[in-house]
């Protein structure tokens, strides 16, 4: 096991007090040090929101993009050295809503991507409105009469567009979100691992209270997670019997595994063919 203590960045987390991020950072180093991953061999993705500030926060590679657009980024440096570990993280608005076109079609590549979602049911950066997992008739500075909107289900999103790895934890949870965010960096394909992480300053109703109080584990003898109609149905309960764990798991190539450009190597250890860098250069003059 990697001391912990080699993740440790210079920078400290801007998140308030009490922040359910600080919960799955946490999970996070804990989750690469057991699994005993080089800083050298991790890249953290984010775009935009409190959340996405987390690449930041440890000491491995990362690159914080733009709104909505981790995925494109995180696929490109995947298929360009699919040796990394890479690991993108994000917050609800960011991933399910101005970036849910490219959550959609990252899963159904199958790529060998974990991406850890903190979803807090708000955008907390911008100070408080609506998200896309926000419940309706939720209150914010956006919708003062109650949101009319039904939220997105990440999980049960997540089985139709083919990720690999679907499970749900809880940032107050610390010991169990390590084994689902472990257990995602492990397996070899795409895995969303959707995390209920409280903001604590704009959020007054999904709070550490509220998902104590309705969370349940339901990973056990009577739950098979390589059946996909029942994980179709385990996503559908809602508050207040909130289900965490792992939801499903299959074993599929992975799209790196299938391109026909990345079987002849590794990208970025491919000889550039260049053979006097100065006379490329000349053509820029
Ligand atoms: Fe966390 Fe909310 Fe504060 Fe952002 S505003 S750092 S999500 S508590």
């Not at 899963?107 to 409105?129: A, E, P, S």
């Amino acid at each position: 096991m990697m001391e912990l203590s080699k993740y440790k960045s210079e920078t400290r987390p801007d998140w308030c007090p009490g922040c359910g991020d600080f919960g799955v950072l946490n999970a996070l180093v804990q989750a690469v040090a057991n699994l005993n991953i080089d800083p050298k061999d991790l890249l953290v993705v984010s775009g935009i929101g409190c959340s996405s500030n987390l690449p930041g926060f440890i000491h491995a590679y990362g690159f914080h993009s733009l709104h909505g657009r981790a995925m494109p980024i995180a696929t490109g440096a995947k298929l360009a050295n699919p040796d990394l570990n890479v690991v993108v993280t994000g917050g609800d608005g960011d991933g399910y809503g101005i970036g849910v076109g490219h959550f959609i079609h990252a899963m159904r590549r199958n790529l060998d991507i974990t991406y850890i979602v903190m979803d807090n049911q708000i955008y907390g950066l911008t100070t408080g409105q609506a998200s896309p997992t926000s419940s309706p008739g939720f209150t914010t500075k956006s919708t003062p009469f109650g949101s009319l909107e039904e939220p997105i289900n990440p999980i049960g999103l997540a089985l139709v567009a083919g990720a690999s790895y679907v499970a749900r934890g809880f940032s107050g949870d610390p010991r169990h979100l390590t084994e689902l965010i472990q257990n995602g960096i492990k397996h070899k394909g795409f895995a969303l691992i959707d995390v209920f992480s409280p903001c604590v300053t704009w959020n007054k109703v999904n709070t550490y209270d509220f998902f104590r109080q309705n969370c349940y584990k339901f990973n056990g003898p009577d739950y098979n997670p390589t059946d996909i109609n029942q994980a179709f149905m385990k996503s559908r309960e809602l508050a207040p019997r909130l289900p965490i764990g792992l939801f499903y798991e299959t074993q599929k190539p992975t799209y790196e595994e299938q391109d026909p450009t990345i079987k002849l190597g590794v990208p970025v250890k491919a000889p550039l063919g260049i053979k006097d860098p100065q006379e490329l250069l000349k053509e820029f003059y």
